[in-house]
């Protein structure tokens, strides 16, 4: 006869896939989440038509504690920390059938293959004579929205409230924001692509809110240009 947590056994291993889903989280961060990673890497060319977007420094496997969000059950597994992917026309799908980024330059009925660091999303330039791109980890870049970062019970860094070095002109429309150790020109309307809206809004101004030492900690919800967006 089976117990009840012989079926959550079963039910939350039918869940499971090489790749966590809705409804499963993380226990801890694993190590592909570590802040200590960069938040940015170059996909660099192996062949013609591939590329590998490998974040340099993660060890290929590791063991995770998984946990069914409904019932709480938890598992630990060994996973992969590199995925392999292909891209057809404006998408990337990984080898488990979820997106994993988007490319440009692909040629109809052509395909960009590549590997890249699980935790981070791609995008791919196919139009050159080699593939070349970029690959951000979740939750950052201009794709931060569609590629948030994996759900983590215990993640002491989803409590931290970043910070961004950013400067709006009020004479123009232009503002100025250095992120990653990159610098970024951009309009107003484009700001969204890359600074979250704040989680406190006592102190805004303008585009952004600021925290009780000034510092910039995201857009301000109810400014014109994104408010109702």
Same mark, same amino acid.
């Given at each position: 006869m089976r117990t009840?947590?012989?079926?959550?056994? #079963?039910?939350?291993?039918?869940?499971?896939?090489?790749? %966590? @889903?809705?409804?499963?989280?993380? !226990?801890?961060?694993?190590?592909?989440?570590?802040p200590q990673l960069p938040t940015q890497g170059q996909c660099l060319p192996f062949t013609h038509t591939d590329v590998t977007?490998?974040?340099?420094g993660v060890p290929y496997h590791t063991?995770?504690? #998984?946990?069914?969000?409904?019932?709480?059950?938890?598992? %630990? @597994?060994?996973?992969?920390t590199v !995925?392999?992917?292909?891209?057809?026309?404006?998408?990337?799908?990984?080898?488990?059938?979820?997106?994993?980024?988007?490319?440009?330059?692909?040629k109809p009925g052509g395909i960009v293959r590549g590997s890249v660091t699980?935790?981070?999303?791609?995008?791919?330039?196919?139009?050159?004579?080699?593939?070349?791109?970029?690959?951000?980890k979740r939750g950052?870049?201009?794709?931060?929205?569609q590629y948030p970062p994996y759900l983590v019970v215990n993640n002491p860094q989803a409590n931290a409230v970043?910070?961004?070095?950013?400067?709006?002109?009020?004479?123009?429309d232009w503002c100025y924001l250095t992120q990653d150790g990159r610098d970024y020109k951009l309009s107003r309307e484009e700001l969204p692509r890359y600074v979250k809206m704040a989680p406190n809004t006592e102190r805004c101004w303008q585009?952004?809110?600021?925290?009780q030492n000034q510092q910039i900690i995201g857009l301000n919800p109810t400014y014109h240009l994104w408010a109702g967006k």
């Open positions: 009840n947590k012989h079926i959550a056994g #079963l039910v939350f291993g039918l869940l499971l896939s090489p790749l %966590v @889903q809705a409804g499963v989280a993380y !226990v801890e961060p694993p190590v592909f989440m570590s977007c490998d974040i340099p063991r995770v504690i #998984l946990q069914d969000q409904q019932s709480g059950y938890t598992e %630990v @597994q060994d996973e992969k !995925v392999q992917f292909n891209c057809r026309d404006s998408i990337c799908v990984d080898e488990y059938g979820g997106l994993v980024g988007q490319a440009t330059g692909v699980r935790g981070y999303y791609v995008m791919v330039d196919g139009s050159g004579r080699l593939p070349k791109g970029v690959t951000h950052t870049g201009p794709l931060a929205t970043p910070v961004y070095d950013l400067y709006c002109d009020p004479n123009d585009e952004v809110c600021v925290d």
